[in-house]
Nanobody, 124 residues
Framework: QVQLVESGGGLVQAGGSLRLSCAAS????????MGWFRQSPGKEREFVAA????????YYADSVKGRFTISRDNAKNTVYLQMNSLKPEDTAVYYC?????????????????WGQGTQVTVSS
């Protein structure tokens, strides 16, 4: 059983930055990839970013490439999402998730544990 707890969401003006954190329980954190997804009202959950177990490989949705950075600290069992140049269309509930595999995945079905989500609101 893995528990994931996100933090760092909030209200920010367009062009601003936020850093999301996701703390995971368990002793095998580096054995699996982690991902961030988001969901806004009336839309399906969408992939944002993923990182392999070692942190050596990362993947991003085209909509956030160049603005968001995913990273992880395996000593702290924590994954981060640094979000810069935020836009109103980034407004959503952001979820971190644990992958079943060590290789980074971009589809939600590859993830078996999810956090409760943290709200990010970007005002224009």
């Amino acid at each position: 059983q893995v528990q994931l707890v996100e933090s760092g969401g909030g209200l920010v003006q367009a062009g601003g930055s936020l850093r999301l954190s996701c703390a995971a329980s368990g002793r095998t954190f580096s054995s699996y990839a982690m991902g961030w997804f988001r969901q806004s009202p009336g839309k399906e959950r969408e992939f944002v970013a993923a990182i392999s177990g070692s942190g050596g490989s990362t993947y991003y949705a085209d909509s956030v490439k160049g603005r968001f950075t995913i990273s992880r600290d395996n000593a702290k069992n924590t994954v981060y999402l640094q979000m810069n140049s935020l836009k109103p269309e980034d407004t959503a509930v952001y979820y971190c998730a644990k992958s079943r595999a060590i290789i980074a995945q971009t589809t939600a079905s590859a993830y078996d544990y999810w956090g409760q989500g943290t709200q990010v609101t970007v005002s224009s």
